[in-house]
């Protein structure tokens, strides 16, 4: 990845808004302290559906972070990415000047876009009182790149703005759509990061008619079970991640934290189906030896894996075998984490939300657990760091995604060494 005329590329800002917490801070000691944030739905009135539990954002007031009227007419994935950009900016201490602004680049995703909420009120209102009905700015809300053009108003950025959208991949390819446009020199600073609110009867109601949701609504607490043979399906979930991206050299120049370097990235596609994934790991092998070829390491570089870990136990098996594959004996001697268990499946915003906490790992040389490992699938027998967080040496960290329709994406990003 890394070129002899390439720049290096810094993360030196976290934006968090999460079901487990606002703010880095309180995303990570939620973390680390395996509290979950799966209850029952607040959002409706879920009874009638077969799952009556999800991870959703609480005690989220827009107004806090952009002026209540924007946010009115916000679908509530803009609102999100806008809160949590706002605070990866100020994470960063970075003003956005009139010098900058053009050379910052947004590469922003998103997946279930405002297709839960702006589009499913305006098809009410059409069926309702007919074209007269809808809200004049609903064409404006629902599309993905709704979020992405309100960064850039927000806060005043000029550069390119791009949205991206794949999957539970969009997070890591947002990452490394910014990270391009540095080390190409198109950019000196990158936005990058995702958000998605699928918490929504339309929404949520598709994903029960695929199956693809748990129906462990006894315990909420304990339905988001990665690796465990006794999972049973996901619990949606919401949020936005947002991480501000700089030339290394610019970052070290004004004093910027840095938190970790993005240093490797592999993509792929399984080609299988939409809803299949292939147990074997071939395919996201594939991307994650190419995330650690391009960061110019081996196998046995990594310290950790934070692992896409969905709870679905087809992909739980594919994330295994492909750790084997991929890291071969080294895969039995590193831990290994779902931050799923925790947040529960956020959709597009996974990818950059374990991005975060792999940052803080190699800030904090600690490990997150997988809480709910109570019966480890034999097919499963890595080590998942079962329900309380450890101490560790770490200073590079992979990151894989899998996404429905086969998209599969891997990262790898380490301490910065001069």
């Not at 395996?34 to 959002?43: K, L, M, P, Q």
């Not at 995703?109 to 297709?115: A, D, I, K, L, P």
């Not at 109570?374 to 560790?392: G, H, K, M, T, W």
Request: hydrophobic share 45%.
């Amino acid at each position: 990845m890394k070129t002899k005329h390439s720049r290096r590329v810094a993360i030196t800002g976290l934006g968090v808004v999460s079901p487990i917490g606002i703010g880095k801070d309180a995303f990570w000691q939620s973390l680390i302290s395996g509290r979950s944030g799966v209850d029952y739905v607040h959002a409706f009135d879920p009874s009638p559906y077969p799952c009556h539990i999800a991870a959703e954002v609480m005690d989220f007031h827009p107004a806090d972070f952009m002026a209540a009227r924007k946010a009115r007419v916000m679908g509530r994935f803009s609102q999100l990415a806008v809160a949590a950009t706002r605070l990866a900016l100020d994470d960063a201490r970075l003003v956005v000047s009139k010098s900058l602004s053009p050379q910052i680049a947004i590469c922003y995703g998103t997946s279930v876009s405002g297709g839960g909420d702006i589009a499913a009120l305006a098809f009410e209102a059409l069926n309702k009182e007919g074209v007269e009905g809808i809200s004049p700015w609903s064409a404006l809300e629902y599309p993905a790149h709704a979020a992405t053009s309100y960064l850039a108003i927000e806060f005043g950025i000029s550069g390119p703005a791009i949205s991206i959208s794949s999957n539970c991949c969009t997070g890591i390819d947002a990452i490394y759509s910014g990270y391009s446009a540095i080390a190409n020199g198109t950019a000196t600073t990158a936005i990058v990061g995702a958000s998605d609110a699928p918490i929504f009867p339309l929404s949520f109601g598709a994903l029960c008619a695929l199956g693809a949701l748990t129906r462990r609504n006894s315990e909420p607490t304990k339905a988001s079970r990665p690796y465990d043979a006794l999972r049973d399906g996901i619990v949606l979930a919401e949020g936005a991640a947002t991480l501000v991206l700089e030339d290394l050299e610019v970052a070290q120049d004004r004093g910027a934290t840095i938190y970790a370097e993005i240093l490797g990235h592999g993509a792929g596609s399984e080609a299988l189906g939409m809803r299949k994934g292939d147990p074997s790991g071939h395919v996201m092998a594939n991307a994650i030896a190419m995330a650690i070829r391009t960061a110019h390491l081996s196998p046995s570089d990594i310290d950790h894996v934070n692992a896409h870990g969905s709870s679905l136990p087809d992909y739980d098996i594919c994330d295994s075998n492909a750790f084997k594959a991929a890291l071969g004996p080294h895969a039995y001697r590193i831990p290994i984490t779902s931050i799923k268990s925790m947040i529960g499946q956020p959709v597009s915003a996974a990818g950059a939300l374990q991005t975060i906490a792999a940052s803080m790992s190699i800030q904090t040389q600690a490990v997150p657990p997988t809480i709910n490992q109570e019966v480890p699938d034999p097919q499963c027998d890595l080590d998942y760091v079962p329900n309380i967080s450890r101490v560790a040496r770490i200073k590079h960290v992979l990151i894989n995604g899998h996404s429905f329709g086969g998209s599969v994406a891997a990262l790898v990003v380490g301490r910065v060494i001069p």
